[in-house]
């Protein structure tokens, strides 16, 4: 049986989704259950040890960028930094979609193909003679 080292836990921060405007920021323990030259083998706070073998995961003592951190401090400045790249990425899909969007929008609908049945497939109302 593996035994837990009680004088080190690493947090992390997620958010969750309940519903729409509703996001609640958590904080997340671990329990460190092994210790190596390079990092630790961590398990989530409220895992038993043999259960929670089946959720152990291996984080790194010094990559720049790790699931989780010594101290509360650098688990919320990671927080910090994953949701800002999100928004980036998030904005940029947005910016894509609405350039799709607008090259299409003048687009004519039609619902068959050559005797197939397509759901919307779209066509310039100048192309193809139409």
Known sequence: MVEIM????????????????RVKVCEKKFKVLRETPKGYW???FHRTVGAGENYKKWVSKTAS?????PNRQQALFNFKYRKFYQIRILERQIE???IAYEKVK???KISS?????????????DEFGV
């Open 6 to 21: 009680d004088d080190i836990v690493l947090y992390r921060y997620e958010d969750q989704w309940y519903g729409y405007g």
């Open 106 to 108: 003048d687009f004519k």
């Open 65 to 69: 960028k790790r699931y989780a951190y």
């Open 96 to 98: 894509k979609a609405k």
């Open 42 to 44: 961590i398990i989530p």
């Open 113 to 125: 193909f050559s005797g197939y049945q397509y759901p919307e497939i779209f066509i310039k109302e």
